[in-house]
């Protein structure tokens, strides 16, 4: 069967690409149309290019992420260090799901669109023009996140996927939906026992990559949370401290907010409110992020 590795850019899966090699590694991009959080490395905005055009170019040029930049640059850097090719895959922006597609409403608990139609589509569409035979997929899941292991199985369906393949003429529902059982999802970090102990650990001894005539070297500079800056699994004190860390891109997340489709946290809580009472809401969260180096741990992201 042949294995996939999901990646998401923080050490836990780039752990499991290093120390479980599959037959492709994958990382899927959430990328947003703000030109206020464009990475300012040109060169890194041209590598992303080159990256997800390969695949996706139909959704044009891209712009910026609704992630911290720095996993653009751990993406590329784990590339190295593996020495094989790393798929980059995207879907259709956040603000085109939002602003265009069928998902009006900015995604909360109750309605989690994001990770289906912005991480797993991607990845399932991409699979289906490539490989399109049943595969194993690893996912990054710790010994120490068992539960969320359990949630993950218990709370969807991972193993099948449904898309429209066709329409018929006739009636209100014309798409017609095949389903795929596209993949068994394996975590072999939970298997072996592996803890995010060992792997800060590890990481600790090996960021170090590079060491080549055109790659100097360098320590991989991991971000501090994965994943999306505003989403809504962080806690309101985690979200005030990435609007320190990232306040372009939690920007962005406002903007989307003041649409008055409702919150990502379905609260009396805002993104402004957030922003404005960072340093009073998140002054213990920045400094583990900042000084302690310690990264999220609220059950919901993963890095």
Known sequence: MIKVNSLSGGKTSSYLAVHYPADYEVFSLVCINDVNSKPKDKALVDYVNRKTQKFHAEFGEFIA???????????????????????????????????????????????????????????????????????????????????????????????????????????????????????????????NGVTKRQINEYWEQNKIVGGTLFYPFKEIDFPAISNCIGCFHKSEETLAAMSEINPDKFKWFIDQESKGMGTWLDSKVTYQHLMENRFEMAKEVLYELTVLNQSCDTGGCTD
């Open 65 to 191: 992420t609704a992630e911290d930049d720095r996993t653009l640059v751990v993406m590329m850097d784990l590339e190295q260090k593996l020495g094989k090719d790393i798929i980059w895959v995207r879907g259709m922006s956040f603000d085109d799901v939002i602003d265009n597609g069928t998902k009006t409403r900015l995604p909360s608990w109750a309605r989690r669109y994001c990770t289906e139609r912005m991480k797993l589509l991607p990845i399932f569409l991409w699979w289906y023009m490539n490989v399109g035979e049943k595969c194993e997929m690893r996912i990054g899941f710790r010994f120490d996140e068992y539960k969320r292991m359990e949630r993950f199985f218990n709370n969807s369906d991972p193993t099948n996927f449904s898309i429209p393949v066709s329409c018929k003429t006739y009636g209100t529902k014309k798409q017609q939906y095949q389903n795929f059982n596209w993949r068994y999802c394996s975590m072999p970090l939970i298997e």
